[in-house]
């Protein structure tokens, strides 16, 4: 069972390779701020926002949003930040439907402030 340490250890210096990359913009930066603080507020209806937040270029900001995600509903619905786009597309669809179900705001309607 070494793998699993092995293998956190190795998504941590990729996470670090990530912060130090151009992708780790101001606005990158912004975005996990709000998704942190919306996994502490807490609250459903701050689904679709995190949702849109999944489909980033960044994968800090994925990895928040997966987090956030787990923290507001106690479930990942298959999404992994670090997964190939479409197994991530995958799992984002069943985030939309998770929504729709709920009667929530699309991810493209969600808004940080909903």
Known sequence: MRAAPLTACLASLALAACASSPLATAE?????RQLEAI???G?????PFVIASLRSDDPLVRRQAQATLLALT?????FE??????SRDQAIGSWIEWCRRRGLASPNEGSPHA
């Open 43 to 47: 609250g459903e209806n701050r689904v």
């Open 74 to 78: 106690g479930t990942t619905n298959g």
């Open 39 to 41: 996994a502490q507020e």
């Open 28 to 32: 990158s930066r912004e975005r996990i």
């Open 81 to 86: 930040w670090s997964a190939p786009e479409p």
